[in-house]
């Protein structure tokens, strides 16, 4: 089976631009899950699809945006970019975020706003 | 307000010998916890899952122990070797739907 597959792998934008980053999740999981770490960082939850609804969302700025399609592959966007934004952005998918789901990680999106 | 602590940010361990990472947390409804290894410019790769209806889970070289009335857990890698160098995160959970919360991450060092 394939892994998550996160695209692009590294991306340079300016700031106030906006950026869509785009995660394929593993075949016949569900429910995808984003995270930003930046430096010195833990994982900081963006928020969760699942059946192309948004379940859970963490505490981030309107700015951050995101949606899930039929085929369950995600995109995330973050319009109007900040320096502070430069983190890994990473994806992560669960069979159906079930409590005693593992959730598995792609190899994440390098963002750096100039 | 952390709901899951490592309150080691790095720790040095010999060769061959035992290996032992901490993680505390403080959400008593958490009920499914998971330790991960991440490289640098890597994603997390899960290493290793215990639910609370266990105190111990063993895969290999790895073994987590939870302790619910402390709300702690740890994991042990024996015996560490210089490919365990990585950051290790623990992560929970509680009820259905809802996201993990992750630890800051412990860096550990496996000196040959």
């Known amino acids: 089976k394939a892994g998550v597959t996160q695209t692009p792998r590294y991306l340079i934008k300016t700031r106030g631009q906006q950026v869509t980053l785009s995660c394929s999740p593993i075949?016949?999981?569900?429910?995808v899950s984003w995270y930003q770490q930046t430096p010195g960082q833990g994982l900081q939850f963006l928020f969760e699809?699942?059946?192309?609804?948004?379940?859970n969302k963490g505490n981030f700025p309107g700015r951050f945006s995101g949606r899930q399609f039929s085929n369950s592959r995600s995109e995330m966007n973050v319009s109007t970019l900040e320096l502070g934004d430069s983190a890994l952005y990473l994806c992560?998918?669960?069979?159906?975020?079930?409590?005693?789901?593992?959730?598995?990680f792609g190899e994440g999106s390098w963002l750096t706003v100039v | 307000d952390q709901q899951v602590k490592q309150n080691s940010p790095s720790l040095s361990v010999q060769e061959g010998r035992i290996s032992i990472l901490n993680c505390d947390y403080t959400?008593?409804?958490?009920?499914?916890f998971l330790w991960y290894k991440k490289y640098p410019a890597e994603g997390p790769t899960f290493l290793i899952s215990?639910?609370?209806?266990?105190d111990k889970n063993e895969d290999g070289r790895f073994t987590v122990f939870l302790n619910k009335s402390a709300k702690h857990l740890s994991l042990h890698i024996v015996p560490s070797q210089p490919g365990d160098s990585a950051v290790y995160f623990c992560?929970?959970?509680?009820?259905?739907?809802?996201?993990?919360?992750f630890g800051p991450g412990t860096r550990l060092s496996v000196l040959p």
């Open positions: 992560a998918s669960s069979e159906d975020g079930n409590s005693g789901n593992t959730i598995y």
């Open positions: 075949s016949g999981h569900r429910s």
């Open positions: 699809y699942f059946s192309e609804t948004q379940r």
């Open positions: 959400n008593s409804m958490f009920d499914y």
């Open positions: 215990i639910s609370s209806i266990k």
């Open positions: 992560a929970a959970r509680g009820d259905y739907g809802q996201n993990f919360v």
